[in-house]
Nanobody
Framework: VQLQASGGGLVQPGGSLRLSCAASGFPLDYYAIGWFRQAPGKEREGVAC????????YYTDSVKGRFTISRDKAKNTVYLQMNNLKPEDTAVYHCAADLDINWSDSSIINFTRAPDAAWGQGTLVTVSS
């Protein structure tokens, strides 16, 4: 069971990147998938997630309206489209399969990695002019 995140790089403020989270050894749609990031000197934070049953998505406030998480079942891949990137988006981004999701009615309010979640090698995103 492996996850591999890719697609990071150096981009100017206002630019875009698309991160990919590819799975091998298991179908990604068996699990809720989340993207996390960790910037130097900061704690890891959950950026976005997608539930495998409802398709519901969640975004942390700082990326709402700029990032979009999606799933391609045929490619066994989850994507994170990042638009209008800002310097504060600079971080190593990881994806994880299997999340602990907190719900309010039918909306996701936050999420964390499940204890046994698969965790992919990260990809570095640098936003700088």
């Amino acid at each position: 069971v492996q996850l591999q995140a890719s697609g990071g790089g150096l981009v100017q403020p206002g630019g875009s990147l698309r991160l990919s989270c590819a799975a091998s050894g298991f179908p990604l749609d068996y699990y809720a998938i989340g993207w996390f990031r960790q910037a130097p000197g900061k704690e890891r934070e959950g950026v976005a997630c997608i539930d495998n049953i409802s398709g519901s998505t969640y975004y942390t406030d700082s990326v709402k309206g700029r990032f979009t998480i999606s799933r391609d079942k045929a490619k066994n891949t989850v994507y994170l489209q990042m638009n209008n990137l800002k310097p504060e988006d600079t971080a190593v981004y990881h994806c994880a399969a299997d999340l602990d999701i907190n719900w309010s009615d039918s909306s996701i309010i936050n999420f964390t990695r499940a204890p046994d979640a698969a965790w992919g090698q990260g990809t570095l995103v640098t936003v700088s002019s």
